[in-house]
Structures are given as structure tokens and as C-alpha cells.
């Protein structure tokens, strides 16, 4: 069965430019979730789906936004990105949004901002 | 709010010798499950163990094992007899369920880089 996959797995973007990130979830697995990770702030949540919809989210500004797709794929969006943006960004699936259902995780973005 | 911390910043050891890796979560929710994930240097995470609020059983599989008290909430890990490819970050991660049944985000500790020395 195939893992998690995101593309692409590194971007370099400059300041004020905009990114879409793109997840999809193990086979069968209808939730996605999103996580941005960087040496200063680890690991926090940005936001997760189900079904098209999304479930919670993270404490993230506006310029962060993200769409799941019928067929359970996932994009993120970054407007206007800014240097603290440079971070990786990790997509995680798991077969529903349940407490207990442990989360499958792709190999990330890396996103670099000049 | 639900909070997990790994004080543990970095841990060394030679190969062989046992090692834990420390985790206590804060919440307020009687229901939660805990979690172990392992990063390699490649960057992925990779799921080790999942453990309820209602189940305090400890768990041993193969060189590793989880020591889970609900009293000190506390969620450790022991790995036996380390070797050289269990070098990564290991991170602890809190989920809880609201009243309602939702469940909240799922919340990591900082982690813990742990160096296996041959």
C-alpha cells in the first residue's frame, strides 16, 4: 500500500509570492492533516479535514488555507509568504478523524522564502 | 488546554544501553489518547505506539516499551539495548475528546533528539 505523498518536496519561493502544497492520503484514508514544523516552534497543527470539510484549525493567520478534494486529496495554500514561512510542511492522513485513529505521515515540504 | 513536554532537549548514549524518554501531558479532558512518533533524519515521521486514557497497561514490543501513569501523567518510553539506527527525534503527542465527542487537534511535545553512539 502506498505511503503518504506531498509535492513538491522542495520549493524555494521569494517574499510576497503565494505556494500550494500538495498531500495525498494513503489509500482509503479519508482525513488529512497538516502540520508546519520548524526548529524554533517544532511541530504545530494547521488545520485538518474530512469529507471536503474542514474539521479544526490551527493558530495559523489567513494567509494559511487549505481544500480536501473529493477523491481525499488535500491542498495547502501560503499567500503572500513571508521569511518565517520557510519551514516543513508535513501532511498527515489517517482513515477518519477519530480520537484514536493514529495519523500516517507523508515526508514533507520543505518550503525555503528569500 | 492540552500541553505535552519533553524537558528532555537531547540524549547520548553508547550503544547497548537503555535509555528513556520522558513525556508529561496536561489536559483537562478525562478522555485522550497519547502517542509516540519517531523521526529518522529523513524527515518522516513514523508511528510507533498509540495509548487511551482508560488503559494504563504497559506495553513491550520488541526493545521498546511505554510506561503509562495516569497519576503523574506521564507517557515514557524506554528503548532496551539501543543501537545505532534508533537515532532520530522521538515526539510525544496528546489527542482529547471534548463533551461532545469531537475530538481536539492532536498536540506534540518539542521532542527529544536521541544519538546512539557506536
Known amino acids: 500500500k502506498a505511503g503518504v505523498t506531498q509535492t513538491p518536496r522542495y520549493l524555494i519561493k521569494t517574499r510576497g509570492q503565494q505556494v500550494t502544497l500538495s498531500c495525498s492520503p494513503i489509500s482509503g484514508h479519508r482525513s488529512v492533516s497538516w502540520y508546519q514544523q520548524t526548529p524554533g516552534q517544532g511541530l504545530q497543527f494547521l488545520f485538518e479535514y474530512f469529507s471536503e470539510t474542514q474539521r479544526n484549525k490551527g493558530n495559523f493567520p489567513g494567509r494559511f488555507s487549505g481544500r480536501q478534494f473529493s477523491n481525499s486529496r488535500s491542498e495547502m495554500n501560503v499567500s503572500t509568504l513571508e521569511l518565517g514561512d520557510s519551514a516543513l510542511y508535513l501532511c498527515a492522513s489517517s482513515l477518519a478523524p477519530q480520537q484514536y485513529n493514529e495519523q500516517f505521515f507523508g515526508p514533507g515540504t520543505r518550503l525555503t522564502v528569500l | 488546554a492540552q500541553k505535552v513536554t519533553q524537558a528532555q532537549t537531547e540524549i547520548s548514549v553508547v550503544e547497548k544501553e537503555d535509555v528513556t524518554l520522558d513525556c508529561v501531558y496536561e489536559t483537562r479532558d478525562t478522555t485522550y489518547y497519547l502517542f509516540w512518533y519517531k523521526q529518522p533524519p529523513s524527515g518522516e515521521l513514523v508511528f510507533l505506539i498509540r495509548?487511551?486514557?482508560?488503559?494504563?497497561q504497559n506495553e513491550i514490543s520488541g526493545r521498546y516499551s511505554w510506561n503509562f501513569q495516569k497519576s503523574t501523567s506521564s507517557f515514557n518510553f524506554t528503548i532496551t539495548a539501543s543501537q545505532v539506527v534508533d537515532s532520530a527525534v522521538y515526539f510525544c503527542?496528546?489527542?482529547?475528546?471534548?463533551?461532545?465527542?469531537?475530538?481536539?487537534?492532536?498536540?506534540f511535545g518539542s521532542g527529544t533528539q536521541l544519538t546512539v553512539l557506536p
Open positions: 503527542a496528546l489527542r482529547t475528546v471534548i463533551s461532545s465527542g469531537s475530538a481536539r487537534q492532536l498536540t
Open positions: 495509548r487511551n486514557s482508560f488503559d494504563e
